[in-house]
């Protein structure tokens, strides 16, 4: 299957604002979040990418990536994840696509890269598929969350059976058990999808992708369409949307880059000097 276009979504009044951040990456170079994220998917070898943003944020935006062959996609209207994505539908012209939000960030092991990998799979199963990562229950209320069988044979992979959007712990318990996992770990969404045609013909199919749309529940119908698997990766996702996010996501990135050493000193010598602050005030 051929995977030539990308889309991030960006234009949630929450997080608009997000992408535009800067962070130090590997190389110790100063970059938006947006840019990171527009590398990450260049690192899939995949050219035509579209971000979608509010009306009024594209002179920000453009500054912010520094890439003319980005293109801006306007959601006219504040309706919701699903009609982010619909919005795109005119750029994708019934193409298969890399998708990543806009307000995450990603940091693999051993110089591994999340968007590739999930390209090479998808491109060798032909079908939709989603990265997933192993989450703690108490987290479930941040990420949709799959249900599933793994294939045989195939230690990361999982057919998927059923999609539920920020389920309790309780409908979790009930219906989205994973055989393997450890107790109170669920399979939630990585932020990250390489989606059919068929899934833009489902959510076209939702009122349009207005507002009754939710892009959960368009997955949990295109599971039950065609083949959609989900693939458990060992890199990290980062929210840089909740509390401490970005700096928890600055952090990742620095220990794993070429200022590791320096980074690592740093924290010691604040957590040293802040142990001595409270001995010194315990005495006092």
Not at 194 to 221: C, I, R, W, Y
């Amino acid at each position: 299957m051929n995977i030539p276009k990308a889309v991030v979504t960006a234009a949630a009044p929450k997080q608009r604002t997000l992408a535009l951040q800067t962070v130090i990456d590997r190389d110790g170079h100063e970059k938006s979040v947006l840019r990171t994220i527009i590398e990450e998917i260049r690192r899939a070898n995949i050219d035509h990418i579209a971000v979608v943003i509010s009306p009024g944020d594209e002179a920000a935006y453009t500054r912010s990536v520094a890439d003319r062959t980005v293109q801006f996609i306007h959601q006219v209207e504040a309706s919701g994840y699903a009609n982010a994505l619909y919005s795109a539908r005119s750029f994708l012209r019934g193409e298969a696509f890399l998708h990543l939000v806009g307000d995450h960030l990603y940091v693999g092991t051993n110089g591994t890269h999340s968007s590739k990998t999930l390209v090479e799979v998808a491109s060798q199963e032909g079908c939709s598929i989603s990265a997933v990562q192993s989450t703690r229950e108490t987290q479930l209320k941040r990420y949709g969350a799959i249900g599933g069988q793994r294939l045989p044979g195939k230690q990361d992979l999982y057919k998927v059976e059923r999609v539920l959007e920020k389920p309790t712990p309780t409908e979790a318990e009930q219906s989205l058990n994973v055989s393997g996992l450890r107790a109170g770990h669920y399979l939630c969404f990585f932020g990250m999808h390489v989606l059919t045609p068929t899934f833009m013909e489902l959510l076209e199919q939702h009122s349009n992708g207005q507002k009754g749309a939710t892009v959960s529940g368009v997955l949990a119908e295109l599971a039950n369409r065609e083949q959609y698997l989900a693939l458990e990766l060992q890199s990290r996702r980062y929210d840089v949307g909740v509390k401490y996010g970005l700096f928890q996501a600055q952090l990742a990135l620095a220990l794993s880059g070429q200022d590791r050493d320096l980074v690592l000193t740093q924290l010691l010598e604040n957590l040293a000097l802040q142990r001595n602050e409270k001995s010194a005030n315990e005495t006092d």
